[in-house]
């Protein structure tokens, strides 16, 4: 999962502009002034972020900051960098779970989380649809699950735990959310300044006209369950856009049109319900009102009168005599308004089920494999008034504390100790002791056991029960350090802070029971939405002892737990700076004492002292086993003292790591860093010498393929050449780039398919060179004629002695034997030339051909072949005939004979021959490589530029020269020139071209074998080697070095700090290319900065 989301992170990288420590491990001086000074300096420049190790902590900034937009990630702006690096470390089976107290922007950071992963990873319809759930579910959730407290404008009176669940690919594709205890004890009475959840208030500003009058909907200040607190705006939000935002979240998340609008009646329904009210008539509540029961009863689908009935009575078990009756018992007002209440609370809590529901089955997938969490759940908190809710919440707080203690301090701890690593234990609050206090199920009891207790045995209405419970407190727990009795209740010695809980309505509302009137009651709902929300079947249900709402939130939270430790949690510290909820407000104590709770001393010393970085020795090997020859693929000897030979071998200094049991522990991220760029060198190393294996591959197997295209124009019809059925093509062997006087005669952009010097015959077989250019177009032969006028009289010039177009060609023909020769026909007259690369030239001509014609080039092979001649002036015209015959030796023996020409040569290969695949001398790297050439290097001697320099006396000697090494003593391939042995050549040869221009004053050289003598060093060096330097750009982009870097690699680049580098190339892969004192390199971009 985590591929996905790696960018390549460099930890210098965020050398960007800095406040404070963005580590608080490299704080000077640990205290929790400096960490709170710290944390001031950085939250006035508007950084919001700082880590203490894999810690996050975030302070709430109380206004918009430009993070984690398109843009913002794009560019990685530092504290993008941050999370995201933090989000990178912690993403394969992950948690997030911000904690801090109500309002320090828990629930702010998990959108950020869900947001940002959402953002990042890619996929296609499902998966957007997927993220969109993702997305929609928080305003949904929140206007339902959210509500404005003193402490909070947008307060979540819910926990949450989204599970998102990811494919292997690493696209969110599925999701879960558990939800914990909803505060619904809200939606009957609020505290002053506080509001109801937020979509009553949104409901009646945001519902249409038409809506409004099918809900009943008035003002706020009409109902009661809204007007008590006096609150009914919050500043900076928008109830109606707000509406229209829920109900769109609906729609994207799937909820049916219906039962969208079924919710909306039971949020509108639950608001008519409050305003019914009782008077006290006898003894017994009466329905002040009763028209105004006609409007809830109409939204929820029941009968009016059955409404009342159920408001003010209550059907009773009693037992007489062994036997069961059910008996009808009237409620007094105070027991009416209760039961309406419930009733109320029911509804909403069953409501925001269905939804928390709806959104899961939106998301569900039939096999969850990674999955990353994000816990949001209510912060810590202390009101004026605190009650049972608030002690669900501290208490889930209390939790969530103590696993950060168990796995950052204790567990770091212990393992230290466990592995035998050097240790001097660091002191440290351990809430546990608070939990046990709470949650302890004997021994003593602690106070939920004691509450559970007193309810199990408490009456219908439990008058009484509260102060029972607080009697039994006191014996119970009434002399631990962390409680304390007072006059409406107890303390807690919470890890944040001491709380005074107010007794009254803690048994009620941990009983938590719905009366089975109120339940049948909803199930004779006109409406199957409704009916659904009560599935209970009342006949079996009664069985044992009833849940409580402390127990659930006990399993609830333990569950909770269970779940983050099985997979890694990674923690948002959320720090609160004011109460004024105003931006750049820094109230210091405050902030101080939550640093003080939150334990971030501790959390630094520990992990100063301690390592940010451990692994079995196992798991370390194979990470880093490429590192050296030695422990790839596998280590032979001993884990540990593979590990350790790692670590010299990158000069690890030995006060960053110590060996333990199992384990080794690296103190500083740095240096694991440093090991991690040695490994991606590594890697970097290795993936270009794939690169290059693969490239040489493409190059041989397409070189390979020409051949035997070519070779498959001969095949069965001439015999070959014994050094050249396996020599390279090379196409160009003229070096046109570098050949101005020859390109005059093409066109600019004219490729090049073939070039090569040829000789050519006349009428009288007389031979002279020629240099042939095959292109697109047509075919060019070249030669070189005296200038006989004008200011150039005397020089040598470059002359277009013919040019063929490629569709006039009729045919060519050639022998069947061993010769180079072949015969160009054409309309006018035909071109006899000799060529040694003729197959090349051949097979390239064919397919020009081809391409051009749509048909195929005739070839005709006969030992007897006849070439038209051209006509010029009177004489001319007329045909010659060339006779092939068997000879000695390899090469072609010439004896003119009047009009015929008799060749004679020894047998060749076979016609039947084919190419050997492995024999071919690859080109390097895909780079132009200098042409080579199928002879030996000693044939090159006497050869001249241009024309054939041969005579038929010297055959002899020049033949033996060349053929003994060829044949004799080394097989043919072997013969074949090795890339480096041409520097050696070129240097004499430069020398030889500039002295020898005058070989066209010797035109009648004859024939002869001297024919294969010819040099590629006599043509101008190739093109790569010859290309005049490179200037420097002297205004090109340029970068400045930020640190020193040693150049790893002969293709590198070395630089000091601050140095200023030519920038060539900015490669994705992060390296660049760079030039620096001439020389050309890579370099890691993350180095330098632009200039
Ligand atoms: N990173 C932030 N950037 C800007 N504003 C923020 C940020 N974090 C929090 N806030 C502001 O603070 C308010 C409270 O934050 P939030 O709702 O996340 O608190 P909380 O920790 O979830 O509290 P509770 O426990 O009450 O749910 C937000 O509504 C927002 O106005
Ligand atoms: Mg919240």
Not at 368 to 384: M, R
Not at 696 to 714: G, H, T
Not at 891 to 900: E, H, I, M, R
């Amino acid at each position: 999962v985590g591929t996905k989301l790696y960018i390549k992170y460099h930890w210098q990288s965020q050398n960007v502009k800095q406040s404070g420590v963005d580590d608080m491990v490299l704080l000077s001086k640990i205290t929790e002034d400096a960490i709170v000074e710290n944390l001031k300096k950085r939250f006035m420049d508007d950084y919001i972020f700082t880590y203490i190790g894999p810690v996050l902590i975030s302070v709430n900034p109380f206004k918009q900051m430009p993070y984690f937009t398109d843009r913002e990630i794009e560019t990685k702006c530092p504290v993008c960098i941050c999370v995201h690096t933090y989000i990178c470390m912690c993403y394969a089976c992950g948690t997030y779970n911000p904690i801090g107290e109500s309002g320090a922007g828990k629930t702010v950071a998990a959108k950020y989380i869900m947001g940002y992963i959402s953002k990042v990873s890619g996929g296609g319809g499902k998966v957007q649809h997927v993220k969109d759930i993702i997305l929609q579910s928080n305003p949904l959730l929140e206007a339902f699950g959210n509500a404005k407290t003193v402490r909070n404008n947008n307060s979540s009176r819910f926990g949450k735990y989204f599970e998102i669940q990811f494919s292997r690919g690493g696209e969110p594709d599925g999701g879960k959310i558990s939800n914990f205890l909803l505060e619904k004890s809200r939606v009957v009475s609020q505290n002053e300044n506080e509001r109801n959840f937020h979509i009553f208030y949104q409901l009646i500003e945001g519902s249409s006209a038409q809506q409004k009058e099918a809900l009943g909907i008035m003002t706020p200040d009409y109902y009661n369950y809204l007007n008590q607190s006096g609150t009914y705006k919050v500043d900076g939000t928008n109830d109606s856009k707000e509406f229209q935002e829920t109900m769109e979240a609906m729609q994207v998340i799937g909820i049916p049109g219906d039962c969208q609008m079924q919710a909306l009646h039971i949020v509108a329904g639950i608001l008519h319900l409050g305003n019914i009210s009782f008077i006290e008539a006898g003894n017994y509540g009466q329905v002040e009102s009763p028209d105004l029961l006609a409007f809830p009863a109409y939204l929820l689908g029941i009968d009016q009168n059955w409404l009342q009935e159920k408001l003010t009575s209550r059907k009773m078990d009693s037992k007489w005599g062994g036997k069961s009756e059910s008996i009808n018992v009237t409620l007094n007002q105070e027991q009416a308004c209760y039961t309406r209440d419930a009733l109320s609370k029911a509804l909403y809590a069953r409501l925001f089920d269905y939804l928390v529901e709806a959104i899961n089955k939106a998301m569900q997938k039939p096999i969850e494999e990674f999955s990353v969490g994000v816990l949001d759940i209510y912060g810590f908190e202390i009101f004026q008034r605190n009650g049972f809710e608030q002690f669900c919440i501290n208490f889930v707080n209390e939790k969530l504390q103590q696993i950060f203690i168990e796995l950052t301090l204790k567990a770091e701890q212990e393992e230290y100790v466990q592995e035998g690593i050097k240790w001097t234990p660091i002191e440290y609050f351990n809430n546990k002791i608070v939990c046990d206090l709470i949650e302890n199920k004997l021994n003593p009891p602690g106070i939920m056991s004691v509450l559970d207790d007193v309810c199990a045995t408490m009456h219908a209405k439990g008058e009484g029960a509260d102060g029972t419970l607080l009697q039994k407190l006191q014996a119970a727990v009434g002399t631990h350090d962390h409680f304390n009795n007072w006059n409406s209740g107890f303390v807690i010695h919470h890890y944040a802070g001491k709380v005074s809980y107010d007794i009254s309505g803690f048994c009620e509302r941990n009983r938590d029971v719905l009366f089975p009137d109120l339940i049948e009651l909803m199930q004779s709902s006109e409406h199957a939405f409704i009916r659904s929300l009560f599935p209970e079947n009342l006949n079996t249900d009664k069985k044992g002892r009833p849940t409580t709402a402390g127990s659930k939130i006990k399993r609830q939270a333990n569950e909770l737990v269970d779940t983050l430790m099985k997979c890694t949690p990674h923690y948002i510290r959320c720090i609160k700076p004011n109460e004024t909820k105003r931006p750049r407000d820094w109230e210091e104590s405050r902030v101080k004492h939550q640093v003080e709770y939150l334990g971030l001393k501790e959390n630094i010393r520990v992990r100063r002292a301690g390592f940010a970085y451990r692994r079995v020795f196992k798991k370390f090997l194979q990470r880093y086993s490429i590192l050296t020859p030695e422990t790839y693929p596998y280590w032979r000897g001993e884990e540990k003292q593979g590990v350790l030979h790692l670590l010299r071998s990158v000069n690890m200094d030995t006060d960053q790591y110590q060996m333990g049991r199992t384990k080794i522990f690296v103190k500083n991220p740095e240096s694991l860093f440093l090991l991690e760029e040695m490994r991606e060198r590594k890697f970097d190393t290795f993936a270009r010498a794939i690169q290059k294996a693969w490239r040489k591959y493409i190059a041989r197997r397409k070189y390979e393929q020409m051949r035997e295209e070519a070779s498959d124009i001969l095949y069965n019809s001439k015999e070959r050449r014994r050094n050249s059925i396996n020599r390279n093509f090379v196409g160009d062997y003229l070096g046109m780039e570098e050949r101005p006087e020859l390109r005059q005669f093409l066109s600019k952009r004219e490729r090049i398919d073939f070039a090569d010097s040829v000789t050519k015959y006349d009428r009288r077989f007389k031979s002279i060179k020629r240099d042939l250019i095959l292109t697109p177009k047509g075919i060019y032969l070249i030669g070189r004629e005296k200038v006989k006028k004008g200011p150039e009289k005397g020089q040598i010039k470059e002359v277009l002695k013919r040019k063929l177009d490629i569709g006039s060609i009729r045919s060519v023909s050639l022998s069947t034997r061993q010769d180079d020769f072949f015969i160009l026909h054409e309309a006018q007259y035909d071109s006899l030339l000799e060529s040694m690369f003729k197959t090349e030239f051949l097979s390239l001509l064919c397919k020009r051909y081809e391409e051009q014609t749509k048909a195929k080039l005739c070839l005709t092979f006969n030992d007897r072949l006849e070439f038209r001649l051209k006509k010029e002036g009177w004489g001319g015209g007329g045909t010659r005939s060339l006779v092939f015959q068997r000879g000695q030796g390899d090469t072609a023996q010439v004896k003119p004979a009047g009009k015929n020409l008799n060749i004679s040569v020894g047998d060749g290969l076979p016609k039947t021959s084919k190419p050997t695949r492995k024999s071919m001398q690859p080109t390097q790297g895909g780079r132009r490589q200098p042409p080579s050439r199928g002879m030996p290097h000693c044939l090159f001697k006497g050869y001249q530029n241009g024309a054939a320099q041969f005579s038929r006396a010297s055959t002899r000697s020049q033949e033996q020269m060349y053929s003994t090494p060829d044949k004799r003593s080394r097989p043919p391939n072997a013969a074949l020139p090795k890339l480096g042995s041409q520097k050696g050549r070129r240097a004499p040869a430069a020398q030889t071209q500039n002295a020898n221009l005058d070989f066209l004053n010797v035109p009648d050289q004859g024939m002869s074998g001297m024919q294969r003598k010819r040099s590629i060093s006599q043509r101008p060096p190739p093109a790569p080697t010859s290309r005049p330097k490179v200037q420097p750009r002297s205004h090109g982009p340029r970068c400045r070095s930020l640190y020193q870097y040693v150049g790893q690699d002969v293709d590198e680049l070395s630089f000091e700090a601050n140095e200023v580098i030519d920038l060539v190339k900015e490669d994705p892969s992060g390296w660049w290319t760079g030039r620096l004192r001439g020389k050309e390199g890579l370099f890691p971009g993350n180095y330098v900065e632009k200039i």
